[in-house]
Each structure stands twice: as C-alpha cells, then as structure tokens.
C-alpha cells in the first residue's frame, strides 16, 4: 500500500459517519462544585498587562500540540479541547458544554457551547472539529505518532446538527479525559503560512503592528506579553521588566529566595524521566542512584520517581486500541536513524534528559572494571558490543517519539509528561506495545521535575491545569495586603 492510499484511508476512515444512528445519550450528571486551581496569593484582580519571559524557542507551526514548556504555556492561552481537566483531575467543560454516553464509553457525544467562537467571531461547528483533527492527525501520522488518534475510529455530526460532535472510539472509555489532548485542541488554518493558526481560547495573538514580543490579548482588557529568549539564563531575566516566569532551573529558584522583589511557587510535578530498553533485567541499588540523579545531576527542580506513573497504580491489564489497521500502520521512512545497542538516545534540546544520559554512559562505561553493582548492571543494560564504550546520542524528539513507539531495539530516555488524569493512557502516549507490562520491554523510572512560577508580587488569578499548565484568564493585578 503507497503512503497516499494510506492518506486518503486515514481521512476516510476519520470522516466515515459509523453506521447507524449514535445512541441516545443518558441524562446529564452534575459536575461537583469546582475546584480552587489558583497558584500563589489569593487576591481580587484588575485586567493589565503581564510580562511573561520564555527561555525556549516557540515555534507556530507546532500548535497547537506544544514541543516544550514555552509552548504549552503559550498553546493553552490561544487553544481548547473539547473538555479540559482542572488541578483536582476532574473533567470541566472546554469548547463543549456537555458530553455523555450511553454505550459504556465507546460512543462519546459532546454539545458545543452556544457562544464557541474563533478569534474572528465566526461560530465553531462541529465540521470545524472534525476539520482540525483531520489536520493534527495528518501531520502526526507523518511523524508516525499514532497516540490518541487510534483510539478514534469515526467523527460524526451529520444527523445531530452544527454544534453536536458524535465520536465513535475503537474501544470503551470510562470517562473522556482521552479528549484533554492538547493535540485534540481546535483550529483553523491561519491566513499566511507563517502566521498563527485561529483558535477559539480566551487569548487571541495580535499580529498587527509586529512587535518584538509575542502579544495575546482576551476581550475583558488583559494583555499578556511573552517574551521569548531561547537559552537564556532565568536569573537574567529577572532583571528585565519581567512579571512571571516559568522555569525548572534550581539556581534561579535558590536566586529568587534571595529576591525580595518576586515570589515563587511551586506547580505541580509533571514530568517523570524513564530509561525504555529491550533488555531483561533491571539495574539494581537504584534508590540511591535516583537520590544522586534527582539532587546532583539535574538542574531542575527533581525528586526520585519510584513507578513510572504519576499515582503508582499499576498498569496490568490495561487494553489499548489495537494498531493492525492499514489506516494505521505507518511505514518508517527509509532514510531513518540506525538505532544500535550500546548507545542511550534522548531528545535534543532536553537538557535534564541529557544530563541523566551522560551520567548512566559514564557510569555504565566502567562497567566490568568495576566493584560497583550499579555500574555493571547499566553496561549490561546498555549492551554495547565488545570492545566500545557506551555513548549518549542526542536525536530529535519525534524521531525518538517515533522509534520508542516501534519498540526499537535501543535503550532511550523518555519524559512522560503529565498530560491526561489516566496514568496507564500517559504511559500509552509515550510507550509503544513493546514496553506494555508481559511484553518484554523495561520501564524503568528515575526522576519526576517540576515548574515553578517566579512573579512580582500582586500578580494573582492564575490557575493551573491537571497536567501543571497555568492559565492566565483569570489573572490579573492585585492590591497587596
């Protein structure tokens, strides 16, 4: 099958109306009363200007499904998924007002809020749904990341009209937290093929005038302006005219302490950093390993990760989608990396992950010349062949994506990142088949890292989601008590 039979069975097979009409949803449940998401003082607020400082690159044509820390930031700011999730877990309503189902989960059915908008005033439809994850999912299956896009069999909206969206999944779900994706978030192309894609979230960019910040205002007078310095120092940045910045970095959190001109707070932890290989044993004495890893190698704010998943539960038994669907298959592309045992991949630009890489090659690189348990058991976890050394290797993040979800036989560094409430569906998101629980494949998991906001004092109303994301319609400037 050539790689456009495959396009065009992918868009029919997303564009199919299931057969048969969609069942008939049951009455709506309450939500429970919502959560206080608020990060920091807990002041009453009037709409202005913040000054937001980024230390990474943000890049456009990634939304509005983020690449790093900056841009989910950003991304949530301008973009909505259908339902979102608040700092309790709890599913709350996004671009939908409602959803049910009344197949046990296999048939979802969502109504879209009356005053859905984009940033042009036109009203969101369920067509424009359909059409922005048609988009989303080309591109992703151009990079052969499948996740979530097999669990979504058909999108339907013919026989329930405009503002209904009737999504028919390829196996059951309890709740549709599934639909916090943020590469399920709604768009429409932009006008230029440089400019932003429109989106429908409470903050739209102002492209007209240019300006050397990236400028997003909301319609009740507040105006966030993000300035983006890739690489610089976070203690830099606080001598500029800066009112919040997000980072991991330890030394600008220790700097701040010392500061009496800012404040810092901790978000949750949403990150776990884990080894996934193809070898059979795993090391041994690692609670002391992942102590070192945590306080000593990395940078960021770090603590030991014990389980890969953000709550412990164990995965056993958990069903994903199956993938044996041409619709799904995608082929590697021919000039791809040669992955080798003895080497340990990580993504570039990652530099927690790189510095966890460096730290288990050197260890494992004294290998059997050494008396430490620890170091032999990482060179036979590694595997490099008679005679080299183990190496690091940097690659990009969707090739590594890419290669983990083939189940590669390499050893890699994979951030999990907190993204949706199911835990064993995080580890699905990052993990192909191959490192499922039974099948083979190691999981083993060192360390979980944080943001912490860094803000002049006043600057309240900032809430923060499930997966540690702040959002900022709410925020604003307050008296100081």
Same mark, same amino acid.
């Given at each position: 099958?050539?790689?456009?039979?495959?396009?065009?069975?992918?868009?029919?097979?997303?564009?199919?109306?299931?057969?048969?009409?969609?069942? @008939?949803?049951?009455?709506?449940?309450?939500?429970?009363?919502?959560?206080?998401?608020?990060?920091?003082?807990?002041?009453?607020? /009037?709409?202005?200007?913040?000054?937001?400082?980024?230390?990474?690159?943000? %890049?456009?044509?990634?939304?509005?499904?983020?690449?790093?820390?900056?841009?989910?930031?950003?991304?949530?700011?301008?973009?909505?998924?259908?339902?979102?999730?608040?700092?309790?877990?709890?599913?709350?309503?996004?671009?939908?007002?409602?959803?049910?189902?009344?197949?046990?989960?296999?048939?979802?059915?969502?109504?879209?809020?009356?005053?859905?908008?984009?940033?042009?005033?036109?009203?969101?439809?369920?067509?424009?749904?359909?059409?922005?994850?048609?988009?989303?999912?080309?591109?992703?299956?151009?990079?052969?990341?499948? +996740?979530?896009?097999?669990?979504?069999?058909?999108?339907?909206?013919?026989?329930?009209?405009?503002?209904?969206?009737?999504?028919?999944?390829?196996?059951?779900?309890?709740?549709?937290?599934?639909?916090?994706?943020?590469?399920?978030?709604?768009?429409?192309?932009?006008? @230029?093929?440089?400019?932003?894609?429109?989106?429908?979230?409470?903050?739209?960019?102002?492209?007209?005038?240019?300006?050397?910040?990236?400028?997003?205002?909301?319609?009740?007078?507040?105006?966030?302006?993000?300035?983006?310095?890739?690489?610089?120092?976070?203690?830099?940045?606080?001598?500029?005219?800066?009112?919040?910045?997000?980072?991991?970095?330890?030394?600008?959190?220790?700097?701040?302490?010392?500061?009496?001109?800012?404040?810092?707070?901790?978000?949750?932890?949403?990150?776990?950093? =884990?080894?996934?290989?193809?070898?059979?044993?795993?090391?041994? %004495?690692?609670?002391?390993?992942?102590?070192?890893?945590?306080?000593?190698?990395? @940078?960021? !704010?770090?603590?030991?990760?014990?389980?890969?998943?953000?709550?412990?539960?164990?995965?056993?038994?958990?069903?994903?989608?199956?993938? !044996?669907?041409?619709?799904?298959?995608?082929?590697?592309?021919?000039?791809?990396?040669?992955?080798?045992?003895?080497?340990?991949?990580?993504?570039?630009? !990652?530099?927690?992950?790189?510095?966890?890489?460096?730290?288990?090659?050197?260890?494992?690189?004294?290998?059997?010349?050494?008396?430490?348990?620890?170091?032999?058991?990482?060179?036979?976890?590694?595997?490099?062949?008679?005679?080299?050394?183990?190496?690091?290797?940097?690659?990009?993040?969707?090739?590594?994506?890419?290669?983990?979800?083939?189940?590669?036989?390499?050893?890699?560094?994979?951030?999990?990142?907190?993204?949706?409430?199911?835990?064993?569906?995080?580890?699905?998101?990052?993990?192909?088949?191959? +490192?499922?629980?039974?099948?083979?494949?190691?999981?083993?998991?060192? =360390?979980?890292?944080?943001?912490?906001?860094?803000?002049?004092?006043?600057?309240?109303?900032?809430?923060?989601?499930?997966?540690?994301?702040? /959002?900022?319609?709410?925020?604003?400037?307050?008296?100081?008590?």
């Amino acid at each position: 099958m050539t790689n456009r039979t495959i396009w065009i069975a992918s868009l029919l097979g997303l564009l199919a109306t299931a057969c048969g009409k969609p069942p @008939a949803p049951p009455p709506l449940q309450p939500l429970p009363p919502p959560a206080d998401c608020r990060v920091g003082p807990k002041l009453d607020v /009037r709409r202005g200007t913040i000054q937001v400082s980024l230390a990474e690159t943000v %890049d456009p044509a990634h939304a509005p499904d983020p690449a790093n820390d900056a841009e989910w930031l950003i991304f949530r700011q301008l973009y909505e998924t259908l339902v979102t999730a608040d700092c309790e877990g709890t599913i709350r309503p996004g671009l939908a007002a409602a959803w049910a189902s009344a197949d046990g989960g296999r048939t979802w059915i969502f109504t879209l809020r009356e005053n859905a908008r984009f940033w042009d005033g036109a009203p969101v439809t369920a067509r424009d749904v359909r059409h922005a994850w048609l988009t989303s999912r080309r591109r992703a299956q151009a990079e052969g990341r499948l +996740y979530p896009w097999t669990w979504i069999r058909a999108v339907d909206e013919s026989d329930a009209g405009e503002q209904t969206v009737t999504v028919y999944l390829s196996a059951p779900l309890a709740d549709p937290g599934l639909f916090t994706h943020p590469v399920l978030a709604v768009f429409r192309a932009g006008e @230029a093929p440089s400019s932003w894609p429109v989106g429908t979230g409470p903050y739209r960019v102002r492209e007209d005038p240019p300006s050397e910040a990236l400028v997003c205002e909301n319609s009740i007078g507040g105006t966030l302006h993000f300035w983006v310095e890739p690489d610089a120092d976070p203690r830099d940045l606080l001598a500029t005219p800066t009112d919040l910045i997000l980072t991991r970095d330890r030394l600008a959190l220790d700097f701040v302490r010392e500061h009496p001109n800012f404040g810092s707070t901790p978000l949750p932890w949403d990150r776990i950093y =884990v080894i996934a290989t193809g070898g059979t044993s795993a090391p041994r %004495d690692l609670d002391a390993f992942r102590e070192e890893l945590a306080n000593l190698v990395l @940078a960021s !704010d770090a603590r030991p990760a014990a389980t890969p998943t953000f709550d412990g539960a164990p995965c056993d038994g958990y069903a994903r989608p199956s993938t !044996d669907a041409p619709v799904l298959r995608v082929a590697p592309p021919d000039d791809r990396l040669p992955f080798v045992r003895g080497r340990l991949y990580y993504a570039e630009g !990652d530099e927690d992950a790189g510095r966890l890489a460096g730290r288990i090659v050197a260890l494992a690189g004294f290998g059997a010349d050494s008396s430490s348990t620890l170091s032999a058991s990482l060179a036979a976890l590694l595997d490099a062949p008679a005679g080299e050394e183990p190496l690091a290797q940097a690659i990009d993040p969707r090739e590594l994506h890419a290669a983990v979800k083939r189940g590669e036989d390499a050893a890699f560094i994979v951030c999990l990142h907190r993204l949706l409430v199911d835990p064993c569906q995080v580890r699905e998101a990052y993990l192909g088949p191959a +490192y499922d629980p039974g099948a083979g494949g190691l999981v083993i998991s060192l =360390v979980a890292t944080r943001s912490h906001l860094i803000n002049r004092p006043g600057l309240s109303g900032v809430n923060v989601d499930w997966d540690g994301v702040p /959002r900022f319609d709410g925020a604003g400037w307050g008296a100081l008590p």
